[in-house]
């Protein structure tokens, strides 16, 4: 019974992965960055030309793209709530917790070091997307 319920619960974290790998791949758009800080925030949704679209791709491949140009990196879900980037030789470069990754949707949070030096100090940013098609890229660029 013990390794009907450990190959059961195998099975569902596996397939949770997997969907969220099935859900992360293509074209996403950045809408919009939340900046909080020891109590205050900030939220930037002024779309400009700065801002990036992010291209996952089924290989594991990461295009940032951004005015014309791109920037390639490689990508890695390593549990159903985090999120990595690696550079070349694999070594991480970024990490994300992932509150939400839908067909639609995409939200990453990221860990910020403090400004100054003391304790209890909160800094993160939230990156919130949304899935484009390869029109809305040709459009901006």
Known sequence: MKK????????WISSSCSSHEKDIVGLWRTDSISNYVNGFSFTNDTKDAHWSYFEYRKDGSLFERRKGEYRKSAYKLISKDSLVYLDSTGKVINGY???????????LKKAQAPYLSGKNQELYQIRYFSKA?????????
């Open 97 to 107: 917790q992932i509150l939400d990754l839908n067909e639609r949707s995409l939200v």
């Open 4 to 11: 009907l319920l450990i190959f059961l619960a195998f099975s």
């Open 133 to 141: 098609s390869p029109k809305n890229l040709a459009a901006d660029q």
